[in-house]
């Protein structure tokens, strides 16, 4: 019986796990990233990535936030232009489940075991969010934040995931001052 009250935490454990955001960044060593203190979006850059509007502006929005934060400013002379691209990847799962209670030792007959098994097939959409700062003097890649998860079609739950997205990417930035 306890088996059975435990399955549902262990699948909400399991759904929850597998929600979040993935994150990692990489930077080039040699820049004084203190020095950065504007930016602006590269719209040339921003127009080609195949999403909504609706879904660029939420991430601008975001973006926007998260740098404000910062203490970063919008500028029409910035110190770094902010890039981002999309990739999305369908992602099938399938799951095996024995209902069985009683498994029994060792190899042969079970005389417990009752049920059988049963397959459980999902897919869910995965989504990857890359944020690129580009400082404007050198023309140069400095910093590049990405950001890996699960995509939800509900609007309400697409503005949360981006803004978790933004916030846990740009967490990382400027290096050395990510949050442990």
């Not at 060593?29 to 609706?54: C, R």
């Not at 007959?109 to 009752?114: E, G, I, K």
């Amino acid at each position: 019986m306890k088996t059975i009250k435990i399955l549902p935490l262990l699948f909400l454990f399991l759904f929850n796990a597998c929600s979040s955001v993935r994150v990692n960044s990489d930077y080039d060593s040699h820049v004084d990233f203190k020095q950065y203190k504007t930016y602006a979006f590269h719209k040339k850059g921003i127009d080609k990535v195949e999403i909504s509007d609706l879904d660029k502006r939420r991430i601008l929005h975001a973006i926007d936030n998260s740098l404000s934060q910062k203490g970063m400013t919008k500028s029409d002379n910035p110190d770094l232009l902010i890039n981002f691209f999309t990739k999305e990847r369908e992602q099938i799962d399938v799951n095996q489940f024995n209902m069985g209670w009683g498994y029994g030792w060792g190899w042969g007959w079970n005389p417990y075991f009752w049920g059988g098994g049963n397959t459980f097939v999902s897919s869910s959409t995965q989504g990857t969010l890359f944020i690129d700062l580009i400082d404007t003097k050198k023309k140069e890649l400095v910093w590049q934040g990405q950001g890996i998860g699960t995509l939800s079609e509900n609007r309400i739950e697409k503005e949360k995931q981006i803004n978790d997205f933004v916030s846990k990417i740009l967490a990382q930035f400027p290096p050395g001052e990510e949050k442990k």
